[in-house]
């Protein structure tokens, strides 16, 4: 039963009911806040007592009978702690953001050669937090080691940058820098990675070096200028549900790698990356850049959106297990034919799953690149596995990107383990001189055709 707040109440039976009611009314009009906003705090009597909100500025006054007198504000004391860190932010300064930490510990580039490292091991000695960054770009001298429990936090990657210098990786997950444990719960939102140009030699963007780096998360994060893969993952590390929401590619050569984002190890559950913009160069290479290579582990892309010198979108083998929701392919670049040509948009080898839920090919530009199928399954040689259990969606294309045909059956498939293909018999070409196995199975006739 809810208490009365010294509220009367009427005796039962009671004629003079109206007295207690009338005094819980006035004491009511003070007990009760008035909210509204601050250029209509004269239109309410000032009982002493009284208490006044305004909704728009947060001033709070309080009536002494005659009238409203402002005590303060409910974010003075978190206005001025905000205004004091955002000084320091558009001084160009990095805020470390943790239990006891002030403005006072804001870390000034210009005094040390890693002032990322040291703003993230500010809020980690002190059991976690974040480091706040400035609307600027932030030289740092080295590698940047992640910590459990900690994050960057920018102004958004168009404003906020982090540049690299030649040869060294950008954000590195290594157990052994963090106390030889693995990394967890690290986030970064806001902030683009810079390398030192797409024609210097670079290390990796976000590389996974040691330990099965787990529950971290990526917001909004840019990469630039990477003579190299801008996201790899080392063989033997398995990262595991970590989440990326939106990575964007500008000006790096992945040409001479396996791709621009690696998956080396045999082993890792799922990743998640939501879209993935890439626009990669060629200025270095000479060579197209894959977006995807996967070896092992369970990697999940929503959405991917190519073009530039994008070559192959992704080629699955061995224990690779990914899926791609939706894929844009819009190549760009003016190479000649025999270079460009990726041969297949989508490689799959080995036995494990893939899926593919639409393909949208468009030709901008008139000289851009072709493939000669969007489809490959082949087989995998190193563990001896036909590329069984693929789902193919529908390709949506622009004729001219496409020299053979949509499918390419380079391998056999086990049909007990079949593949199937949202499409026509018509799309689909067996280069394989082995027995036909009708391990694929076409689902798009189906049905009956009527118009």
């Known amino acids: 039963m809810t208490q009365n707040h010294n509220y009367d109440t009427p005796a039962q039976g009671a004629t003079n009911w109206d007295l207690p009611l009338n005094s819980n009314f006035e004491q009511l009009d003070t007990d009760v806040e008035i909210r509204d906003s601050k250029s209509n705090v004269g239109t309410y009597q000032p009982k002493a007592g009284a208490k006044f909100l305004a909704t728009d500025t947060g001033d709070v006054y309080l009536g ?10 409910i974010a003075d004391t978190a206005g001025t702690v905000s205004a004091s860190i955002q000084r320091e932010l ?70 906020t940058k982090i540049s690299f210098p030649a040869n060294s990786d950008g954000l590195v997950f290594d157990a052994s820098q963090n106390g030889g444990q693995a990394v967890s719960r690290f986030s970064i939102d806001g902030v683009a990675l810079n390398g030192p140009g797409p024609t210097t030699s670079s290390g990796v963007a976000v590389h996974f070096t040691d ?41 790096c050569d992945a040409g001479d790698e396996n791709a621009l984002f690696e998956f080396n190890s045999w082993y890792g559950p799922a990743q998640w990356f939501g879209t993935v913009v890439a626009y990669p160069e060629s200025s270095s290479s000479g060579k197209t850049s894959t977006l995807i290579y996967s070896k092992g582990g369970t990697q999940l892309f929503d959405v991917v959106t190519t073009g530039g010198t994008i070559g192959t979108l992704l080629h699955q083998l061995w224990d690779g297990n990914v899926r791609v929701g939706t894929a844009h392919w819009e190549p760009e670049n003016s190479l000649a034919a025999s270079a460009a040509n990726p041969g297949a948009l989508f490689r799959f080898e080995g036995g494990l799953e893939g899926e593919v839920g639409r393909v949208k090919l468009v030709n901008v530009s008139g000289t851009a690149s072709t493939v000669d199928y969007v489809y490959e399954l082949a087989y995998d040689s190193y563990m001896g596995r036909p590329a069984n259990q693929k789902r193919l969606g529908p390709v949506f294309r622009h004729r001219d990107l496409v020299n053979q045909n949509v499918v390419d059956v380079a391998s056999p498939i086990d049909r007990s383990l079949p593949s199937f293909y949202d499409g026509a018999t018509a799309d689909v070409d067996v280069t394989h001189s082995s027995g036909k196995t009708g391990g694929l199975r076409v689902l798009g006739e189906a049905g009956v055709g009527m118009g």
Request: proline letters at 8%; charged letters at 15%.
């Open 211 to 251: 330990g099965d780096t787990s529950q971290c998360t990526f917001g909004h994060v840019i990469f630039w200028g990477w003579k190299n893969s801008v996201y790899r993952v080392d063989s033997g590390v398995g990262p595991f549900e970590n989440r990326h929401e939106l990575l964007t590619v500008y000006g």
């Open 90 to 159: 558009l001084r160009g300064n990095v805020v470390p953001m943790a239990p006891g930490t002030s403005a006072a510990d804001a870390i000034d580039p210009a005094t040390t050669n890693t002032p990322i490292q040291d703003g993230i091991d500010a809020v980690a000695k002190k059991g976690g937090g974040y480091a706040l960054l400035p609307p600027t770009t932030i030289p740092e001298s080295g590698p940047v080691h992640a910590r459990t429990d900690t994050g960057l936090v920018g102004f958004g990657p168009d404003t």
């Open 64 to 73: 002494d009978g005659s009238a409203w007198n402002r005590l303060g504000g």
